[in-house]
């Protein structure tokens, strides 16, 4: 996933994201796309902190389709994921309401996870060199 802008970038060990913690000058940051980082210069005048969530900012990332449906900015292997995620969807439409049981008018789920029931385990797979963060969502 390519970064292609970085709007705020805040450290505060206090969780303070004011302006006074604000790093604005663009030539005190260097985005690595092809590592997935964000560097902080040594112009920065802070170091990136190793306090938990001291750090924030707010960027934008991800993969455009243009109106004609072109999509080639995003990767093929990203693009085989989501047709083969949709063919999962559509393959299991006959067994929408299974995990779920109505009893005198009451409804009531069963313990699943969601998420593992709509991604196939190839598709998880597919996905795991573009988390990014330390604990998975899926």
């Known amino acids: 996933m390519e970064v292609t802008a970085v709007d705020d970038v805040f450290v505060s060990d206090e969780w303070d994201?004011?302006?006074?913690?604000?790093?604005t000058t663009p030539s005190y940051l260097q985005i690595d796309n092809e590592r997935r980082l964000l560097?902080?210069?040594?112009?920065a005048p802070h170091a990136w902190s190793t306090?938990?969530?001291?750090?924030?900012?707010?960027?934008?990332a991800g993969f455009v389709a243009t109106p004609s449906g072109?999509?080639?900015?995003?990767?093929?292997d990203i693009v085989e994921l989501v047709a083969?995620?949709?063919?999962?969807?559509?393959?299991?439409?006959?067994?929408?309401?299974?995990?779920s049981?109505?009893?005198?008018?009451?409804?009531t789920s069963?313990?699943?996870?969601?998420?593992?029931?709509?991604?196939p385990p190839q598709v998880r797979e597919g996905l795991s060199p573009y988390v990014v963060w330390s604990r998975r969502v899926y």
């Open 84 to 99: 083969m995620t949709v063919r999962h969807l559509w393959d299991q439409r006959q067994a929408q309401g299974t995990t």
């Open 101 to 107: 049981t109505t009893k005198e008018g009451h409804s």
């Open 17 to 23: 994201y004011t302006a006074a913690n604000e790093i």
């Open 70 to 76: 072109n999509y080639s900015t995003a990767p093929a």
């Open 39 to 43: 560097w902080l210069t040594p112009l």
């Open 51 to 60: 306090t938990p969530r001291a750090n924030k900012l707010t960027l934008t």
């Open 110 to 119: 069963r313990d699943q996870d969601i998420a593992r029931a709509i991604l």
